[in-house]
């Protein structure tokens, strides 16, 4: 395990200094950027299309700014970035030479670039997850004084005073109502499979993909298949929220747990795949 994590720690050090620093900083900013402007007030205090009418609520503000698209952009740069350099790294020149000559086994060397691959993704979600929580605090105070003042005008100078909002706007509360937090960042048991199995089918599709050269149309369809299905665990959250889906009443339950047998069983597809692409190495790769 000493030359894995020598490895994957060199592999994410040249992600990082490359462009996965600039990616994550940059998707931080616009998001910062996107909470201070949503949470600000916008219109005429004196008219009744004043905002925040009279209070939004955090899972209110992420879900009706652009922070998702921020949010889906940086990571879908980052997963493109370690394509990128598994792909250099073990298909050009000068990568094929560093890892051939590596005094490690193959399995180590895969085992490398997954590692490296779960930290990056690891790093850009909790970097955001520090972004959301802190900027909870900020942006209810604003809206909460924001409230007061429209409360304050439309009463005709009857001042509001204790306004407290966080029993019904907790934190926990908005990760369960706001569809945005509720898809990348699920607090319930029911969603935490899919999510977690959504994103190992999407490295697997990133693997196969750099480490199977032969096959080229197979590897397609299956790295294909596994996107597909790792984004539909990923937006199952999302389609249980939708209108459609409650009206079926205690279907809901059954809906949540399909989707975590589903789960389950696309995870033992992904360790067979993991297995098959170790077993390609071992027979078309010569260290």
Not at 8 to 35: E, H, P
Not at 86 to 114: A, D, Q, W
Not at 155 to 180: K, P, Q, Y
Not at 188 to 200: A, E, K, N, Q
């Amino acid at each position: 395990m000493k030359h894995v994590w020598k490895l994957s720690d060199y592999l994410f050090g040249w992600y990082w200094k490359k462009w996965g620093k600039v990616i994550t900083i940059v998707s931080l900013c616009l998001g910062a950027l996107l909470l201070a402007f949503s949470a600000l007030p916008s219109g005429d205090p004196d008219s009744l299309e004043y905002y925040s009418s009279a209070f939004r609520s955090y899972d209110m503000i992420l879900d009706s700014s652009f922070l998702p698209i921020v949010f889906t952009l940086g990571l879908l740069l980052i997963f493109l970035l370690q394509f990128v350099q598994m792909k250099g790294f073990f298909h050009n020149g000068k990568g094929i030479y560093t890892l051939c000559t590596l005094p490690m086994k193959r399995r180590e060397v895969y085992l490398s670039f997954l590692l490296s691959l779960a930290a990056a993704v690891a790093v850009y979600y909790l970097l955001w997850l520090v972004l959301l929580v802190a900027a909870y605090f900020p942006v209810t105070i604003l809206n909460e004084r924001a409230a007061a003042r429209e409360i304050f005008y439309l009463s005709e100078g009857v001042t509001l005073t204790g306004l407290d909002t966080h029993i019904e706007n907790g934190l926990f509360l908005a990760f369960r109502r706001s569809a945005f937090l509720a898809t990348f960042f699920p607090v319930s048991l029911w969603h935490i499979p899919p999510f977690l199995v959504g994103l190992c089918l999407i490295g697997t599709a990133l693997l196969n993909g750099c480490f199977h050269s032969q096959r080229i149309g197979t590897c397609v369809v299956v790295s294909l298949a596994d996107i597909l299905m790792g984004l539909y665990l990923f937006l199952a959250t999302s389609l249980q929220r939708e209108d459609f889906l409650y009206s079926f009443g205690n279907n809901q339950t059954l809906f949540l747990g399909r989707n975590v047998v589903l789960a389950l069983v696309l995870l033992a597809v992904a360790v067979v795949q993991q297995v098959s692409i170790l077993k390609h190495l071992e027979e078309e790769i010569e260290f």
